[in-house]
């Protein structure tokens, strides 16, 4: 019965790996990582450097913070819209810094403009966690910003700011600031030693007030924060995750007795095929298990045994529930903007392949076994589709290739540029822009879309946010996965 049960797996596997599809035409994975990292300019808030390179954008939102006596100029727009999102802003400033620490030697030069990246997220998160116990965590009213279709450099809408504190506590965003201050500095470490420092310190000071003053900011902020970016998923995780990047950017004891201490009171082995903005699980287990590959702690093993399951809940054929593949050959969760499940599942694939094998070893999954280069295969095939390796022979990357989608949910896209339309566009005169069937007079380069659902249908369509919608997390890993690949074009 073993074996008979084994075939279906066996046989998806070979269908989704190793069948070319009959739409591949080979990729330019440099081209693609210079356009992943592009996109970045485009969401950029605040006062415009002279080398931007997207033409198209101004500077916005200059007096952000000024209602608090603060500056919180800078940072990015999470999505489409002009709302400044502190909770995804940071885990997509994590995860441009995990890009570059693992794969940042094969950017070649790209390089200089991913750190570019991290250093305009990091810059502002020193911002908002200048005052001791305080860490400002959004600017921006979403139900007042949401009511307009507008370009940020227009924006009349409500700039409201807000913070958690001592008496308004929030670990989940507080413990991802942490994370994302620690693992910048390591990327800082050896180009700015100073500024590597002054991120670590504040990494420290964060973390331990988000430790010590334990809740979710959904709590603090609902009315603000849900049901936009809600803490669905708790704060626990947020704690390990910002003491496991602490540990890794300090090597301090301390943070390897918390992650060892709290690693049952935070729920470490919860939901290991989950990783993303709200729930960082599997990304805890597979960013500690390196260690325990590298044969350097032990006391880490239930970590690696976590990331061992996440490895096999995620392989096709023999797939956990919570994790499906489309007929052609989409990674799909449940829920909006599914590409970002693919490239922060598949950048989790990439790493974990890579600490395999520099340890020479393999994961066994019951009768089958996932070796490094099955794991390869499969973050591969998820980046080729986003590429245009699908049945709708569409790049989901705005402006690679020769079909991308063009009526992106973007309000800067859509809307003309003020070079093009140099009068003010109102809260509602940009509506006739959301709702035109014409291509977006601005091309947001790099940009890749919440894409398909389970039938590779996609609709190329404004209103269709949750297929059409970019954002920075989706694009933060893509850039780690397209580094390596960019450089391993040939790789099979």
Not at 103 to 112: D, I, S, V, Y
Not at 243 to 261: D, G
Request: proline share 6%.
């Amino acid at each position: 019965m073993a074996r008979k049960s084994l075939i279906f797996p066996v046989i998806l596997l070979a269908v989704l790996l190793f069948s070319p599809p009959i739409y591949s035409a080979g990729h330019d994975y440099r081209d693609s990582l210079r356009k992943s990292i592009l996109f970045f300019e485009g969401q950029r808030s605040g006062k415009l450097p002279p080398d931007q390179r997207l033409k198209w954008r101004r500077d916005s939102a200059l007096r952000d913070g000024s209602s608090a006596g603060v500056d919180l100029s800078g940072g990015y727009y999470d999505a489409g819209d002009n709302i400044k999102f502190g909770f995804p802003m940071a885990f997509t400033t994590t995860m441009l810094s995990w890009s570059i620490i693992d794969f940042g030697k094969t950017m070649g030069p790209e390089l200089k403009n991913a750190v570019k990246a991290v250093k305009w997220g990091t810059d502002y998160l020193l911002k908002a966690t200048a005052i001791p116990g305080v860490v400002f965590v959004q600017v921006g009213d979403a139900y007042s910003d949401h009511n307009c279709w507008e370009r940020p450099e227009d924006m009349d809408t409500l700039r409201t700011v807000y913070k958690i504190d001592r008496a308004h506590p929030g670990s989940d965003v507080a413990g991802e600031t942490a994370a994302a201050l620690a693992a910048a500095s390591i990327v800082f470490r050896k180009r700015d030693p100073s500024y590597s420092r002054l991120l670590l310190d504040r990494a420290t000071r964060v973390f331990a007030f988000a430790n010590r003053y334990r809740g979710a900011y959904s709590n603090s902020l609902y009315h603000a924060v849900c049901p936009f970016y809600c803490d669905f998923n708790g704060y626990q995780d947020e704690l390990l995750w910002g003491a496991a990047w602490l540990h890794k950017a300090s090597r301090k004891r301390a943070y390897r007795e918390f992650i060892v201490k709290n690693e049952v009171i935070l729920k470490a082995g919860d939901t290991i095929n989950e990783f993303g903005w709200d729930n960082k699980h599997a990304g805890i287990n597979v960013l500690i298990s390196k260690e325990v590959l590298m044969g350097k702690a032990e006391y880490f093993e239930s970590f690696k045994q976590n990331a061992d399951g996440f490895i096999c809940s995620i392989l096709p054929g023999i797939s956990h529930p919570q994790v499906q593949y489309s007929r052609g050959g989409l990674l799909v969760k449940t829920g909006g903007s599914n590409m970002q499940h693919v490239t922060s599942l598949s950048f989790l694939l990439l790493a974990y392949s890579n600490y395999l094998s520099h340890a020479k070893k393999v994961v066994p999954c019951g009768e089958l076994t996932a070796s490094p280069s099955l794991l390869r295969q499969i973050a591969k095939r998820q980046v080729d589709y986003i590429l245009g390796d699908n049945p709708m022979g569409l790049s989901y990357m705005v402006g690679y290739g020769q079909k991308f989608p063009r009526r992106i949910h973007h309000r800067g896209s859509s809307v003309p540029s003020v070079s093009a339309h140099p009068s003010h566009i109102g809260c509602k005169e940009g509506s006739r822009y959301f709702l035109s069937p014409n291509p977006n007079p601005n091309l947001l380069v790099g940009a890749v879309v919440g894409g398909p659902n389970v039938t590779d249908a996609f609709p190329d369509s404004r209103p269709y946010f949750q297929q059409s919608e970019p954002t920075t997390y989706i694009n933060a890993p893509l850039v780690g996965l397209l580094g390596y690949f960019s450089a391993h074009s040939s790789w099979r």
